[in-house]
């Protein structure tokens, strides 16, 4: 090791100790301890998001408005022997537990790659492996839906001077206590194994300094059945931008019968001095033991303006945007605009899951680095499958009453599906 | 912002940051990290109660003996960029997750008000604001459970000389993991609105010094129907000063069709060297949409006094006792008395919740800033109604034999219900 | 109190605190803070176990591979006012929570012996009152299951020269949700008491230096019923070393009217330079109320030797080995050997509950005191009666079908039960 020994110290079990004194700071307003030497680092990552949203009344569907505690989050992460990180990460939202962070990395002295084992974000989606700290607008894009996020497994991250290569190998979610559940009684009941996956991510950065920045990307998974799937079951759903309103629209239902599932995606993204965007483009198939196959894409573009002088920063090393910087002593203010467009229907697979359009406007006041205050106003689109399954409206019949089968509707084809604005405001808190 | 650039780093991201040095401190052995012009602090505030029961034979109902950890708290609070404020706090009690405080402050330089957005308890009722490190029993009284205590939403705190105003606009609780899912069901299934409280209280302090206080204070607070009840209903049940007996003596049972709640409570309290009394009164009237509006009430009255010389401090900004000071190096002693009283019966409005008394004796050791021993004795005097929704035994009938029917109970009025008397301890650990 | 006053400051309301300077330091890779009179010192204890297991493909029931997060803990441990200590400590596997330690203990000055109240281990058992930090297996052995672990209640301390006493009087246990929710509605039903054991642990160490240790214990425990038994029924059962195979092969089911069980073990252990060895002999015996006794034992022996000049640490304030000290700066290396047996049969108490024999071959390498990396190969040999409550295949029939009926398995005795192999891998950081 080759931490330097300043003082050694018997322990409370009679053990000799190294003991190496640390330093305090608040760095923009975070607390950290750090040796001089710089081997050992410890901080933390706490956060809470209070978000309320309010719908639109001429929703075909009863939409209820509300506030909640979207995040509650309490992390410790720390470096130690200077190779070596270890961090857990856990949200509270809901009053319930979900392991989010949960791993170790190594890092050798060239710091040219890394080493990750544990549970954490597989290496998919630009926008999904950005911290929810960081993103654009209050929830990520219809499209984010089939980013696999966090999961057991290992992973390789490779730094080259323009190259970030991800490639890891990934079992199942521990995240959600109701997945967990069904991973241990599929065990359990069938002993089956859990499944795996293998994901990949390139991306490209030929241009990259504080003003200008250009990112081309592209990353591909793929993925047997997982134990922690409900009845053994795929499926894709969505929440339209919204953790207050529950009715999901968006939803393929179970899908029996995988073999495995092949999702890629490219991403394109940029920034000039104050200006930024950033875009995806996705397509996940389902492909099944037998029968036919299934497909579904989604893709969004955003783009925002600092309007007091900030500029975006990119993290090279996850290849995404991280926190502005903001252009004033009173922070800075962000003006940000988003299309995007999910399509889970594949009639040749009898899949109706529906599809829908967003059009996002959002408004970022960046405060000081902990606290940050957001307002977003979405208008969707969805179409006449998108209906929850059979259980929501989606337009009205021959005589004028709402419906919810969707071959009722009157409406001329590509009107029908309940189509309503959503306005949100999040006042966020990071320290 | 008004930090002062002690020295400037480079994160993780290549990003500038201000560091600013902090000092670490065990202040009345409480660990607390800040900057030297007071602009950023930290700390903590972790906390066990370890509390055991035992129950007096004599009752008509077995009740069984036992001990539990009462509160498992863990908390992180900071204070950011002079006029901010981040806290997480959450308990662990029974291995389930409750969120606690989780919100933001704003206070501007004057500090005659501040802002706060998030999770924490509604101006109302002196007892149940006071944190529960500094209870005087081990439980509050009867009437406590009145008070809404923690929701969503927004507050105003205005400071004034003498005079304490508080106003705040709320929403649902997420402080409980199956209200949460009520809230949630009731979006999903019916697109409802969650509802809201209007809230405020006021306290005046004519004298408020180091030996001598006089507080007096009200609060009052309209509530809509909220999505969190239970089957849109509301209901007010207690278990009567004990959390280990599971058992309900007083309970309204289901209330539905309710328009809105308004309830208000009067506050008196003083101290005078080391002599401390309270007492609120509080009504509480349930409107319904249709028939008997419903009526309840309950009060109560403490008082203690600290043997070794110490003294109660009042905490102005929440209009509350707080922390004693120990009258010596060996701590202090406090000794209790309660009474109080709750009456859940409104037989104009068909509603038989049951009526009772508490006659407390507490008597306290503060050993040091962290540690506190409690032990409490406690009678109550419940009446014939109070017999947990026909599930408790009430009295005797003619025949001297148990029964849960009040109208069969021999006893002369005001006699009947079960009375007992509990001894309880509780070990308690702040750090 | 004896900190000496450094400081006074001003609290948040206006009391004077005693504010003691605080170093901070990384003690072995380990955060601490501490006054300079060793007062005041406040430390975490955060660890994430990543878990991988693989069963050979010849056990006559499918077992499922996979990979968990098999211990998130976080825990906040302080010493105050020289005497006293709190602690608390979650564990939050499975995204679920479960309170592990909670308490506060008191040491007089003499450090001759310390009490303890709150939620921790009973004493009892040297490998399950050793951290999970710190095991030589992956899994503790078989009759680690006869062993209480974390109760709430009382426990008393006493440091010998050479002799080291435990007792306890012990009530429910808090660390799993379901459980408390047994403890809470037996109250609520029944108003039963909730139980108790009255536990104790000698152990003598007649050589006990840096290089040699012997090391021979005792321990004994008798309990009550206790309300946090489901059903009211005492049940041993164990999933055979392995957190990923949900399979209890081992199951005495449900033990219902029992009036006390009554447990002993014998210890004996000790090291020689870098070899280690330690094991175990319990008994466990459940009487009832009517009818047979019934009994039930189990044992394990394992050694180990560090191949790189380490030596193995044994904590004399707990009877139990800790940390190891490496023998290089590269970390150590450890070979590790385990037979265990456990015999949940017991035929004149009609109870068919299995039993085993586990070979266990361990390779633990400690890359620094934060990280730690484990291998574990354990071949079972399950007796016919290991059928999992009748759901698990015990063998062939006469015509060469799996049967899950024991009377059914045509093998000679001594045969029969499904025998396999498992080969599991452990990334482990501490911080």
Redesign the interface.
């Known amino acids: 090791?080759e931490i330097k020994k300043e003082?050694t110290?018997i322990?409370?079990?009679?053990?000799?100790?190294?003991?190496?004194?640390?330093?305090?700071?608040?760095?923009?307003?975070f607390?950290k301890?750090f040796?001089e030497d710089g081997n050992?680092k410890?901080w933390?990552d706490?956060r809470?998001q209070?978000d309320g949203y309010m719908f639109s009344n001429d929703a075909l569907?009863?939409?209820?408005?509300?506030?909640?505690?979207r995040r509650?989050?309490?992390a410790?992460k720390?470096e130690?022997?200077k190779n070596?990180y270890?961090?857990?990460d856990?949200d509270?939202?809901?009053?319930?537990?979900?392991?989010k962070d949960?791993?170790?990395k190594y890092t050798p002295d060239s710091k040219k790659w890394d080493f990750k084992?544990?549970?954490f974000k597989e290496g998919y989606g630009m926008e999904t492996t950005t911290t929810s700290r960081y993103l654009l607008f209050m929830e990520r894009s219809f499209a984010s839906t089939f980013d696999p996020s966090r999961h057991?497994?290992f992973q390789v991250n490779s730094y080259g001077k323009k190259l970030l290569l991800i490639g890891g190998v990934h079992?199942?979610t521990?995240?959600?206590?109701e997945e967990?559940e069904f991973?241990?009684?599929?065990?359990?009941d069938?002993?089956?194994?859990?499944g795996y996956s293998l994901t990949g991510r390139a991306v490209w950065t030929p241009i990259n300094n504080t003003t200008r920045l250009l990112h081309v990307g592209a990353a591909a998974t793929y993925r047997t059945p997982k134990?922690h799937w409900e009845d053994g079951a795929y499926r894709i759903s969505t929440r339209s931008h919204s953790a207050?309103?529950?009715?999901k629209f968006l939803d393929t239902d179970d899908i029996s019968g995988v073999d495995n599932v092949f999702g890629y995606t490219f991403e394109l993204a940029g920034k000039y001095n104050g200006f930024m965007f950033q875009g995806e483009y996705k397509e996940h198939n389902v492909n099944m033991i037998e029968g036919v196959d299934a497909s579904f894409k989604g893709y969004y573009a955003q783009a925002a303006y600092l309007l007091r002088g900030g500029n975006h920063?990119y993290?090279?090393?996850e290849g995404e945007f991280?926190?502005i910087?903001p252009g004033s002593?009173k922070g800075d203010v962000e003006l940000a605009l988003r299309y995007d467009y999910i399509d889970l229907n594949d009639f040749d697979a009898s899949i109706y899951g529906g599809s829908a359009e967003g059009y996002s406007v959002g408004l970022n006041y960046y405060?000081?680095?902990?606290?940050k205050f957001m307002a977003n106003y979405v208008y969707h689109n969805h179409d006449r499958y998108a209906d929850g399954k059979g259980k929501l409206f989606v337009g009205k019949d021959a005589d004028g009453n709402l419906t919810k089968d969707w071959s009722n509707v009157y409406d001329a084809d590509g009107k029908g599906g309940d189509d309503y604005g959503q306005f949100s405001i999040r006042?966020?808190?990071?320290?």
Request: no cysteine; proline share 2%.
């Open positions: 090791q003082t110290r322990n409370q079990y009679g053990q000799e100790v190294d003991a190496v004194p640390l330093k305090t700071e608040a760095q923009d307003g607390i301890w040796s050992y410890m933390m706490n809470v209070l569907n009863e939409l209820g408005n509300g506030f909640m505690i509650m989050r309490f410790i720390a130690f022997w070596w270890g961090e857990i856990l509270f939202e809901s009053s319930a537990t979900e392991i949960a791993y170790l084992a544990g549970h057991l497994g079992f199942n521990v995240g959600d206590a967990v991973t241990k009684d599929a065990n359990k069938n002993g089956k194994d859990e134990t207050v309103n529950r009715k920063n993290n090279t090393k991280t926190r910087t002593d405060v000081n680095p902990n606290i006042l966020e808190v990071n320290f």
